[in-house]
């Protein structure tokens, strides 16, 4: 069941020498379809009535230059070109990729050097060990992300999860902790100012690629990190933060994770408090990442988005059927929602039976099978790197991005595929969701107050010189406590309160 299948099938509208296209390539929002090229430019214009030769002339000239500008895109000599810049050989693919490069900021969505950095270094980086301009060991530093072409970086804030953990209220340094790595992935990108620019919005990310920066942005891997609070996520994204992943290996107060459906649980899917997260995300405009949350979480939030959503590192299930890739329902689900899966490198997902032999051959199969079933628009990358010790044979680190996407081209993906896949769609699909938060905010939509059911509240001291007198005689009667003393309160206290055994 898990023996990986080889996707050989091309897909529609490709592009090659000998392949004449359709326009497959390219899609809603791809900027730049702009084109310098005028050749190819052979039609046969028929005219049916006579005509003043001037307007004759004059119309054959205007649809000929109409006719190549629309058609052109879509053409094998369609390859972006600088000013002056001759037509590529297509089976250049290094020279292909190199222009889609330098004009695309090639985004990855998932990389956990600042966890390195906390593991590794305490969060100290003044001290005058770290120095990422020089070769670390690893999958990341400065040179080899330049080496990649690399456009932008999504750095994973990322804090571990606790299985034993059962009552989501327990007192928690995650939230802590998380706050240190949203401060020591700034701190670090602060101190790259001619390389890093820290961004909250794609537009800051494309005028950081013009200027020559590699952007950097901010996801947290896992709800558990907001301690399963939704005005922590609030702040989370006042803080800069923008993708929140919606568990990661443990369950947590909103989702059920495929790890615990991987371990044999059942999968119980999205919690009914983890549909006011999905409300309160879109509201926000917060990107909802769908990676490493069980099959039934998946459907359940798609169901419920009224934005789309992203996967930030996921294959596709159905070449590897381990339960963290996207099977093929999602998939199309994810096509009609206008989200992005965006393909990770981690061996294991990769090829179940010999994670071992993995390369980055694996990597085409998966991106293509995405690519193939939720369309080119909707693909991105993902790498996980410096998150796992096992990344493919030819995809060994940061610097090996644009080898993948020559294999691509050689197996037939178009310059505007490869754009996409890049950096384009995720632009799009992030400022789609930020949209959608403009627009549901301007409705009116407030931010949502509801809590997991267990949550537990602090009451006031007994002398505390209260609103209300009702709370005043509360705390006479059930002898609320002393200044110092901390008193916890059962959760009920008046508000809109869900269970949390109830899943959607
Ligand atoms: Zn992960």
Known sequence: MAEPKTTTTRMDGLTTADDAPTGASGGPGMAGQENRNDVDTALVVHPRQRQPSWLRRWKYALGAAGLAFLTVPFTTVGTWLLPGEAPTDLTNYALRTKRVLETTPLIDGHNDLPWLIRIELQNRIYDGRFDPTQRLLGHTDIQRMRQGQMGGQFWSVYVHCDKAQKHFEDPSWIVRDTLEQIDVAKRFMAEHPDVFTYCTTPSCVRTAFKSGKISGMLGIEGGHQLGGSIAAIRQAYDLGVRYITTTHNCDNAWATSASSVAAGAEDRGLTRFGAAYVREMNRLGMMLDLSHVSHQVMRDVLSLARAPVIFSHSGAYA????????????????????????????????????????????????IWHLAEVAGWEHVGIGSDFSGTPHVPAGLEDVSKFPDLMELLMARGATDDQIRGLAGENLLRVWADIERRGQEIRAEGEKPVEEEWEGREWHTHYRSSPYMYRETRERAVREGWGVPNQFNVKGGNHGHKVVKADEHV
Do not use: Q, W, Y
Request: charged share 25%; aromatic share 4%.
């Open 319 to 366: 070449v590897t059927e381990h339960l963290r890739n996207v099977p093929d329902d999602v998939l199309r689900s994810v096509r009609r929602n206008g989200g992005i899966v965006m393909a990770v490198f981690v061996n294991r997902f990769l090829n179940m039976k010999d994670p071992g032999a993995v390369t980055i051959h694996d990597v085409v199969d998966h």
